[in-house]
């Protein structure tokens, strides 16, 4: 009896681990996606959760000069809106001085020390009266609060694509990311076929010393393989700081884990399949190719997962081995170069950071049905 009693709270405790750990996951997603389509000016006042009520947004409006009054019965005129734009914002409480916004309501009329007479509406309108001819050069300074509707615009991602460099950067990952997943899997493919089916010396040392390269970090082997890349580029003519190059950094920096992964998975596929196919005289190359890639695929686009969303949000490997400057710098770079060094383009951010994001998810949402299996397999099984 006690164990049925504790069988729905299990079930419920898992189920619930499940579901916190997938909305501590989204929801940042979420928020980051609801801040990217937000007004800047909303943005700046107040968080992505408040996205759907109106945002109170404190400003200063300057009157017109004295050239645009008109002579209405008698009394000299200046008309005009403290909004640019009617988006349905509506004035909460206005004031001359800048330190106390909310000495007036909107609708109250409010006289200047020359005599002339102020009224801000509702809606903006402004109407400023004198019975005497205005002779300003320079208007009067309007302070007040603003309750503003909720705005979502996309023009935050026009400007990141188009004058931040952000939709040009975008195309230099892309140039950068497809290659170095490609060859890394390529070369990958072949060496772990040959470790888990093909018989040859020292075939164990090799595998230790790819295993054993796994935990050498990355800043480490930086700058010898920079070192070496160099000196093979004044060899043989390659040009400096190019994407041949990076291509190979990164294929390089991924090879270990990626021959050991493979690896491990084709060593645990039907041997019987494999002989029966060398007795019909396939060689190692026909046995490769139309029987262990095709059951490989699982292993094949878990390495590829993780590959792409390294390459993909790398910034150290791309500012060495490629650097910055037109046809070159990667979204990561110039996502640091547009938050600056004071942060002061953060609003704008958002979209740029969701344009970052937006690729990898696609990845490994489409590819998420190989990743658990390719990972369990590579990982457990080995021969």
């Given at each position: 009896m006690s164990s049925?009693?504790?069988?729905?709270l299990?079930?419920f405790?898992?189920?619930f681990?499940?579901f916190?750990?997938?909305a501590l996951w989204t929801l940042?997603?979420?928020?980051l996606?609801i801040s990217?389509?937000?007004?800047?000016?909303?943005?700046?006042?107040?968080?992505?959760?408040?996205?759907?009520?109106?945002?109170?947004?404190t400003d200063?409006?300057?009157?017109?000069?004295?050239?645009?009054?008109?002579?209405?019965?008698?009394?000299?005129v200046?008309?005009?809106?403290?909004?640019?734009?009617s988006?349905?914002?509506?004035?909460?409480s206005?004031?001359?001085?800048?330190?106390?916004?909310?000495?007036?309501?909107?609708?109250?009329?409010?006289t200047?020390d020359n005599?002339s007479?102020?009224?801000?509406q509702?809606?903006g309108?402004?109407?400023?009266?004198?019975?005497?001819?205005?002779?300003?050069s320079?208007?009067?300074r309007v302070f007040?609060t603003?309750a503003?509707?909720?705005r979502?615009?996309?023009?935050n991602?026009?400007e990141?694509?188009?004058a931040?460099?952000?939709?040009r950067?975008f195309?230099n990952?892309?140039?950068v990311t497809?290659?170095?997943?490609?060859?890394?899997?390529?070369?990958a493919?072949?060496?772990?076929?040959a470790?888990?089916w093909?018989?040859?010396?020292g075939r164990?040392?090799?595998?230790?010393?790819?295993?054993g390269l796994?935990v050498v970090?990355?800043?480490i082997?930086?700058?010898p393989?920079?070192?070496?890349?160099?000196?093979?580029g004044?060899?043989?003519?390659i040009?400096?700081k190019s994407?041949p190059?990076?291509?190979?950094a990164?294929?390089?920096?991924?090879?270990?884990?990626a021959?050991?992964?493979?690896?491990?998975?084709m060593?645990?596929l039907?041997k019987?399949v494999m002989?029966?196919?060398?007795?019909?005289?396939?060689?190692?190359?026909?046995?490769?190719?139309?029987i262990v890639?095709p059951?490989s695929v699982?292993a094949?686009?878990s390495?590829?997962?993780?590959q792409?969303?390294?390459?993909?949000?790398d910034?150290?490997?791309?500012?060495?081995?490629?650097?910055?400057?037109?046809?070159?710098t990667?979204?990561?770079?110039?996502?640091?170069?547009?938050?600056?060094?004071?942060?002061?383009?953060?609003?704008?951010?958002?979209?740029?950071?969701f344009?970052?994001i937006?690729?990898?998810?696609i990845?490994?949402?489409?590819?998420?049905?190989?990743?658990?299996r390719?990972?369990l397999?590579?990982?457990?099984?080995?021969?």
């Amino acid at each position: 009896m006690s164990s049925t009693r504790k069988q729905p709270l299990t079930v419920f405790g898992k189920h619930f681990t499940v579901f916190l750990l997938v909305a501590l996951w989204t929801l940042p997603t979420l928020g980051l996606l609801i801040s990217s389509v937000r007004d800047k000016d909303q943005l700046t006042e107040s968080g992505w959760w408040t996205s759907m009520s109106s945002t109170d947004l404190t400003d200063a409006y300057r009157t017109p000069e004295a050239q645009a009054q008109e002579s209405v019965d008698g009394q000299f005129v200046i008309t005009d809106s403290i909004f640019e734009q009617s988006q349905g914002q509506r004035v909460k409480s206005w004031s001359l001085s800048p330190r106390d916004l909310g000495a007036y309501g909107p609708g109250e009329t409010v006289t200047l020390d020359n005599g002339s007479e102020m009224t801000l509406q509702e809606d903006g309108t402004l109407r400023w009266t004198n019975s005497e001819a205005f002779e300003h050069s320079r208007g009067e300074r309007v302070f007040y609060t603003a309750a503003v509707p909720p705005r979502f615009t996309l023009d935050n991602y026009a400007e990141v694509l188009e004058a931040e460099g952000i939709g040009r950067a975008f195309i230099n990952t892309m140039t950068v990311t497809l290659p170095a997943t490609f060859i890394p899997i390529l070369i990958a493919a072949f060496a772990a076929y040959a470790l888990a089916w093909m018989k040859f010396p020292g075939r164990l040392w090799i595998l230790a010393l790819i295993v054993g390269l796994l935990v050498v970090p990355l800043q480490i082997s930086l700058i010898p393989v920079l070192r070496m890349y160099t000196n093979l580029g004044n060899t043989f003519g390659i040009e400096p700081k190019s994407y041949p190059g990076i291509w190979l950094a990164h294929t390089a920096f991924g090879l270990s884990l990626a021959v050991y992964l493979l690896r491990n998975y084709m060593s645990g596929l039907p041997k019987e399949v494999m002989e029966s196919a060398r007795m019909d005289g396939a060689s190692h190359f026909d046995v490769f190719r139309t029987i262990v890639l095709p059951l490989s695929v699982p292993a094949l686009a878990s390495f590829a997962i993780f590959q792409f969303l390294w390459v993909w949000n790398d910034l150290l490997v791309a500012l060495v081995f490629l650097g910055k400057g037109e046809g070159k710098t990667v979204m990561t770079a110039q996502l640091v170069e547009l938050l600056g060094s004071r942060g002061d383009n953060w609003e704008i951010l958002t979209a740029g950071a969701f344009i970052t994001i937006i690729v990898p998810l696609i990845v490994f949402i489409s590819m998420q049905r190989f990743f658990v299996r390719g990972m369990l397999a590579g990982s457990v099984k080995g021969g």
